[in-house]
């Protein structure tokens, strides 16, 4: 895909820009009621925050950051929303809440961003340009917000007097928001995240190297 000519920028549809912006404006403030502002400290929810940004000053560098931060855990998302839709089966448990009747559609419409997100990076991506200094930048965010989550966020479990408020952020304290692991020491856990999530972004940032074009 070529990109303009050195001095002029693509442009992103301005009806994708305030669509967008309107499902933040409506997500924001449900999000932040319902589960606390500690939420927004997701690796998920700061992709969709970073990429309204780059979205707005047309920045590959932002764009190419949330591309290689979230693309392969959310495509596995969209893998287990697909086999569950057609199947009936899942891949994984992520997304079993989306087809719990009792979760009003509402929720299940505005957790959507899971599904579709991964697809506007990449076309926002193709339509930018792929920032090569996007693996180095998102790998120190991704340590400091790891960091953050084990340190100041709340631990598991929920407070009974808010069973929905964000607890045990990206997952600093074990795979269930119900209790800690115990399985190795906290900090060991915490390392073994850090690995874990760094390891995603290397063939993420390399597939985006290999298939896009390069932007400064």
Request: net charge neutral; charged share 10%; glycine share 6%.
């Amino acid at each position: 895909m070529d990109l303009p000519a050195a001095g002029s920028r693509p442009r992103i549809p301005l009806w994708l820009k305030v669509v967008y912006t309107a499902f933040l404006g409506v997500l924001v403030p449900y999000y932040w009621v319902t589960y606390t502002p500690w939420n927004f400290l997701y690796f998920c929810d700061i992709a969709l925050f970073v990429t309204l940004a780059g979205m707005w000053l047309g920045s590959p560098f932002l764009v190419s950051t949330q591309a290689v931060g979230i693309l392969l855990p959310q495509a596995l998302w969209v893998v287990d929303f697909g086999t569950r839709l057609v199947a009936g089966v899942h891949v994984t448990s992520m997304t079993g809440y989306m087809f719990d009747a009792d979760l009003p559609l509402f929720v299940r419409g505005l957790s959507s961003f899971h599904g579709w997100l991964p697809f506007l990076l990449v076309y926002l991506v193709a339509r930018l340009g792929y920032h090569r200094r996007a693996f180095p930048a998102q790998t120190a965010l991704a340590v400091v917000v790891l960091l953050v989550s084990f340190s100041l966020a709340p631990p598991p479990p929920p407070s009974p007097d808010r069973p929905g408020a964000a607890v045990n952020i990206n997952y600093v304290y074990g795979p269930d928001d119900a209790q800690a692991q115990t399985w190795m020491p906290a900090e060991a856990w915490l390392a073994l995240m850090i690995v874990i999530t760094v390891g995603l972004y290397v063939p993420t940032h390399f597939l985006l190297a290999r298939f896009f074009p390069e932007r400064q």
